[in-house]
C-alpha cells in the first residue's frame, strides 16, 4: 500500500524567506516521488521528481527536493520565496505500472 | 495537441442526471488516469488505462461511474444518476508509458456541479 502525508495544509512566509514544504511517504517498494504545484484555475503542473539515483533532485522555479529513504521523507525546498510561488503543492508518490497517490496539498502564500 | 485537453471546462446538471466528460490525452501517450479533487483536497484517484483497457478501476466509487477509451487515446468519464455528492474537479492526466517514473501531463479539468 502507498500512501502520502502532507504536514501542514497551509504554510505562510515572507518574500525572500525559506520554503520548506513536508511530505512523508509510506510504501512497501521503492517509490517513485513527486512534487506538483497547482496555480489558481490551472492544472497540475511537475515540479521535480525522483526516480532513482542522486537523492537531491533539483526542479523549475528555484525548487529542489530530498529524498530521505531513512527518514520516508520528501520535502520541498527554495532558499527565498517570490510572490509568483503562492499556489497549492501536491507531493505524490507511484512506482511501476501503478497510478500516482497524492497527498492532500498545502497552500502557500507569501507575505510581501 | 500540445496538452491535456478536457470538454467540458464547466458543467451543471440536475441531480438524477446522466453526464460525459471527456478527455483528450497527450498524442502518443499510452497512460491515461482520471481523478477526482474536491475543495481542499488533493486529487483522489478514479481509474487509469494502458492503450484501450482499464488496468485500474479500484478507484471508482460505485457503479453509476464508468470510463471508457476505446480507441487507446479519447477518453470518456460516464457519470449516471449524479447526485449532489458527485460535484467536484475530475482530472484527466496522460503520460508515455505506466512505468510510474515518467510525469503525469494534467488537464485542466472539469467542474462538475450537480444542482
Known amino acids: 500500500a502507498q500512501s502520502v502525508t502532507q504536514l501542514g495544509s497551509h504554510v505562510s512566509v515572507s518574500e525572500g524567506a525559506l520554503v520548506l514544504l513536508r511530505c512523508n511517504y509510506s510504501?512497501?517498494?521503492?517509490?517513485?516521488l513527486f512534487w506538483y504545484v497547482q496555480y489558481p484555475n490551472q492544472g497540475l503542473q511537475l515540479l521535480l521528481k525522483?526516480?532513482?539515483?542522486?537523492?537531491l533532485v533539483k526542479g523549475i522555479n528555484g525548487f529542489e527536493a530530498e529524498f530521505k529513504k531513512s527518514e520516508t521523507s520528501f520535502h520541498l525546498t527554495k532558499p527565498s520565496a517570490h510572490m509568483s510561488d503562492a499556489a497549492e503543492y501536491f507531493c505524490?508518490?507511484?512506482?511501476?505500472?501503478?497510478?500516482?497517490?497524492f497527498g492532500t496539498g498545502t497552500s502557500l502564500t507569501v507575505i510581501p | 495537441g500540445a496538452g491535456v485537453s478536457q470538454t467540458p471546462s464547466n458543467k451543471v446538471t440536475e441531480k438524477g442526471k446522466y453526464v460525459e466528460l471527456r478527455c483528450d490525452p497527450i498524442?502518443?501517450?499510452?497512460?491515461l488516469y482520471w481523478y477526482r479533487q474536491s475543495l481542499g483536497q488533493g486529487p483522489e484517484f478514479l481509474i487509469y488505462?494502458?492503450?484501450?483497457?482499464?488496468?485500474?478501476d479500484s478507484g471508482l466509487p460505485n457503479d453509476r461511474f464508468f470510463a471508457v477509451r476505446p480507441e487507446g487515446s479519447v477518453s470518456t468519464l460516464k457519470i449516471q444518476r449524479t447526485e449532489r455528492g458527485d460535484s467536484a474537479v475530475y482530472l484527466c492526466?496522460?503520460?508515455?508509458?505506466?512505468?510510474?517514473?515518467?510525469?503525469?501531463?494534467f488537464g485542466q479539468g472539469t467542474r462538475l456541479t450537480v444542482v
Open positions: 510504501s512497501s517498494v521503492p517509490p517513485y
Open positions: 488505462f494502458q492503450g484501450t483497457g482499464a488496468a485500474d
Open positions: 505524490a508518490v507511484s512506482r511501476w505500472g501503478n497510478q500516482f497517490y
Open positions: 525522483y526516480t532513482t539515483g542522486a537523492t
Open positions: 498524442s502518443g501517450h499510452t497512460a
Open positions: 492526466a496522460s503520460s508515455r508509458n505506466d512505468r510510474g517514473d515518467t510525469e503525469a501531463f
